[in-house]
């Protein structure tokens, strides 16, 4: 059977497949957010404390994705549950790096004036100190972006679904077609996830002053 045929006899499967891995993904991302950025910006605030929970995270980092899989269905059992809480626990580090550096590089200059026209801490964080970091905060939202689109395919391991299913259950049988019905599509996406945020980083990203006069 040709993988041609295969994806006539089987879209919907691996459109459902896909449509989970989207969901698993996204809602990753999406809790790795709400905490990363928060505890970046807090971290910027609290030095000692910034390299304690970096290293931390960076130590979640260095650990391989089955091991930390196995840790999530040890304890918290098969399903979608243990394989969120394990990619948001991958996803967290890039953005919290990025966040955190991200405003500690902003030029005290920028700062010293925002307090020198009267702005108090919470309008110097929302209206300087965020707008000048996003460009880095969306460069950390992306890498760990495309890391969870990948490492998701593992979480079938432990029952969560999506395109992962397709792989190694194509892997188990030799299914050549199967295998690339779940790699394909995964590959598109994080290419896809990935281009998106490249535009929205462009999009954020502060241009050069260009000076009359200039060539």
């Known amino acids: ?3 041609a045929e295969y994806l ?3 879209g919907n499967d691996v459109l459902e497949a896909l449509k989970m ?3 698993l993904s996204s809602l ?3 809790i790795a957010v709400l905490i990363a950025i928060p505890t970046g910006i807090i971290l910027t605030r609290h030095d000692r404390a910034a390299k304690a929970v970096l290293a931390v995270a960076g130590i979640i980092q260095t650990i391989p994705g ?3 899989l196995g840790m999530g269905l040890m304890l918290f059992g098969l399903g979608s549950k243990p394989a969120v809480i394990v990619l948001v626990a991958y996803a967290i580090l890039p953005i919290i790096q990025n966040t955190y550096t991200g405003i500690k590089e902003i030029d005290i200059l920028y700062i010293e ?3 020198g026209i009267g702005m108090s801490q919470s309008q110097i964080l929302f209206k300087v100190e965020i707008p000048l970091g996003l460009p880095a905060i969306v460069a950390g939202i992306r890498l760990s972006v495309v890391y969870i689109i990948s490492w998701a395919t593992l979480a079938a391991l432990i029952g969560a679904g999506g395109l992962g299913d397709l792989i190694w259950t194509g892997l188990s049988s030799y299914d ?3 295998i690339l019905a779940g790699a394909i599509p995964a590959s598109i996406l994080s290419i896809i996830a990935g281009l998106v945020i490249d535009l929205i980083h462009r999009a954020v990203t502060p241009k050069p002053m260009r000076i009359k ?3």
């Open 1 to 3: 059977m040709s993988f």
């Open 8 to 10: 006539r006899q089987n």
């Open 21 to 23: 891995h989207v969901q």
């Open 28 to 30: 990753s991302i999406l």
């Open 66 to 68: 089955l091991v930390m």
């Open 113 to 115: 004036a925002a307090r």
């Open 176 to 178: 050549t077609n199967m």
């Open 213 to 215: 006069g200039d060539a």
